[in-house]
């Protein structure tokens, strides 16, 4: 299943600024993976398996899905690139009940970190901050989220306090598309406005945030 989405960023500490692009994302079946996803963009091991790097990250969490269903919201590599600032695994029990949810995000630095998430019956879930990923923030304070079920609408929304306020919501809004588009350069094209928007923000003059060596998780890598 493919996706028409915009991505929205809203910064409102220090100076407010919002910005949005048009991607598209897909969403499959690790057990039946279409071409261009691969072990490598994702944690774990490169020679394995998602399905089996997923699953021996979460047993080192404490969770067995026995075999269920999960679903990977992310987008496939394309002439040798690919860049996912947020992949999302919904994680079912054989009986098709949600048991979790993996934030696994990416940063433009080539680092990836993982939350085991366990959203309420309203797709609400909550997590500390802990991998650096924009320049103009510290690792610290707490994300609040909050995920639709895939379907013909996909609907994330993550926001990060920091001393108790809202200093920034980042979005991911859209619906089913009827048919692909040519999506070749999409990575490339994202990683490439995230440069621009950092650029623009350091050009007001927005202090940046050092970036300590980061502590790859186990099974991540």
Known sequence: MIYDAVVTHTRLDQIRRRFSHRVQMSLVDLAALPKGFEARDHLGDPDR?????????????GVDLRGGRVLLLANARVLGF???????????TPDGELECIVAEV??????????????????RAQADKEFYVSPFYTVEGRYHMKFSRPGE??????????NDE???????????????????MLSHRVFALI???????????IPVVPRKPHTVQEGVQ
Do not use: M
């Open 49 to 61: 398996s998602i399905r089996e790097n997923l699953d021996a990250w979460l047993a080192s969490q």
């Open 82 to 92: 690919v860049f996912n600032p947020l992949s999302v695994f919904w994680c079912h």
């Open 106 to 123: 990416h940063n433009t630095y080539g680092e990836r970190h993982c939350y085991l998430l366990r959203p309420d019956p309203a797709g």
């Open 153 to 162: 609408r996909l609907d994330i929304s993550i926001s990060l306090r920091q």
């Open 166 to 184: 809202v200093v920034f919501v980042a979005t991911l809004r859209g619906q089913r598309a009827s048919a692909p588009k040519r999506v070749l």
């Open 195 to 205: 440069f621009r928007h950092g650029i623009a923000l350091w050009l007001r003059r």
